[in-house]
């Protein structure tokens, strides 16, 4: 007679709607901040006189997006990652899986993702930057609630003064270029900040379309030596990503 073998059948892990839902508008919204810079230069994001003076529907559709989108989104989908990071592992302490193991591999291959996106498609990639961010906010996911909100809290702090102080330099920069007999470095520093958040020259913005407008080899080549990396991006907005992950 033929042996049979019972095989426990585990019903797949049931959607939570409303995350699902949430998840989307922050995509979505993120999209929506996101969409300047992929038809104009990188610094279109930063700034609507990017491509010369901009008009007044330039200016209301840039002034809107940075109240309304910018940054609430990508903290909106901070949030939905940490909430997503318990619901793992918790269902893998249901199913008798190592959390950590299981955890720690997920954000190994979205940080594979994210590089792959960062270098290959586009230099606007936060992937990698929350896969680093994710195996850090592990070490607090045994943290009382009471903890996790001080701590988030303090990597808010930590992130407003970071903020604060390359607030200040920037206008300390300012002032010193602008001076009479400045020096060469000072203006050559100041005109590099102009060109990411100010109004970038004409010169600068031609180098950019011509980049833009290049050969994908050519745009993999740029975006190895331009681009953000992703522990630059740890250091500059990991605090805040972090706290966000933990409320």
């Known amino acids: 007679a033929p042996v049979l073998h ?8 049931a959607r939570i709607a409303a995350l699902d839902l949430i998840r989307g508008v922050a995509v979505m919204g993120i999209l929506a901040a996101n969409i300047a810079a992929f038809g104009f230069p990188e610094f279109a994001y930063m700034t609507p006189a990017s491509m010369g003076p901009p008009s007044t529907p330039d200016l209301i559709a840039w002034t809107t ?7 609430k989104m990508r903290g909106l989908f901070s ?3 940490g909430a997503s990071m318990l619901l793992v592992i918790d269902r893998a302490k249901a199913t008798d899986e190592d959390p950590a193991t299981v955890h720690l591999r997920r954000m190994a291959w979205l940080f ?6 960062l270098y290959l498609l586009w230099w606007g990639d936060i992937l990698a930057h929350y896969a680093l961010v ?4 592990y070490m607090f996911v045994r943290l009382p609630v009471r903890w996790l909100i001080g701590v988030g809290l303090a990597c808010i702090v930590l ?3 970071e903020l604060g102080t390359l607030t200040a330099y920037a206008f300390d920069l300012h002032a010193s270029a602008h001076r009479p007999h400045a020096a060469a470095r000072i203006v050559t520093n100041w005109q590099l900040l102009a060109d990411q958040f100010g109004q970038p020259t004409p010169a600068v913005i031609a180098r950019e379309l011509v980049i833009g407008l290049g050969g994908w080899r050519d745009l993999v080549a740029w975006r190895w030596t331009h681009a953000v990396g992703p522990i630059t991006a740890l250091t500059v907005n990991g605090p805040e990503t972090l706290g966000f992950m933990l409320f």
């Open 159 to 161: 992130q407003t003064v």
């Open 79 to 81: 949030f939905l990652f």
């Open 6 to 13: 019972s095989v426990r059948m585990t019903p797949a892990p």
């Open 112 to 117: 594979v993702f994210g590089i792959a996106h």
């Open 65 to 71: 997006t940075f109240i309304v989108i910018d940054g």
């Open 134 to 137: 994710g195996a850090i906010a």
